[in-house]
Nanobody, 116 residues
Framework: QVQLAESGGGLVQAGGSLRLSCAAS????????MGWYRQIPGKEREFVAD????????YYADSVKGRFTISRDNAENTVYLQMNSLKPEDTATYYC?????????WGRGTQVTVSS
């Protein structure tokens, strides 16, 4: 079982930046595919970005391309989401997700609020 803990959320003005972190348990973190999703109350959780464990390839939702960057530090068992040029529509709870051996694990989320 993999445990995930997000941090780094908060309140920021439009145009500002935040960096989210997700610390993962497990001794084989480098194998995990890691991703970030977000959710607004009453809406479905949506994909933001992910990074492969096997080759480090990254993928982004069109809505965040060019503004967000996902990265990982395998020595620290941590994945990051650098969010720049934030917009009010980026306001959501952000969740870290790990895919290991076909199973998905989720963190509890961290709130990001972007004021206009």
């Amino acid at each position: 079982q993999v445990q995930l803990a997000e941090s780094g959320g908060g309140l920021v003005q439009a145009g500002g930046s935040l960096r989210l972190s997700c610390a993962a348990s497990g001794r084989t973190f480098s194998w995990y595919d890691m991703g970030w999703y977000r959710q607004i109350p009453g809406k479905e959780r949506e994909f933001v970005a992910d990074i492969s464990g096997s080759n480090g390839r990254t993928y982004y939702a069109d809505s965040v391309k060019g503004r967000f960057t996902i990265s990982r530090d395998n020595a620290e068992n941590t994945v990051y989401l650098q969010m720049n040029s934030l917009k009010p529509e980026d306001t959501a709870t952000y969740y870290c997700m790990s895919t290991v051996a076909g199973l998905a694990y989720w963190g509890r989320g961290t709130q990001v609020t972007v004021s206009s």
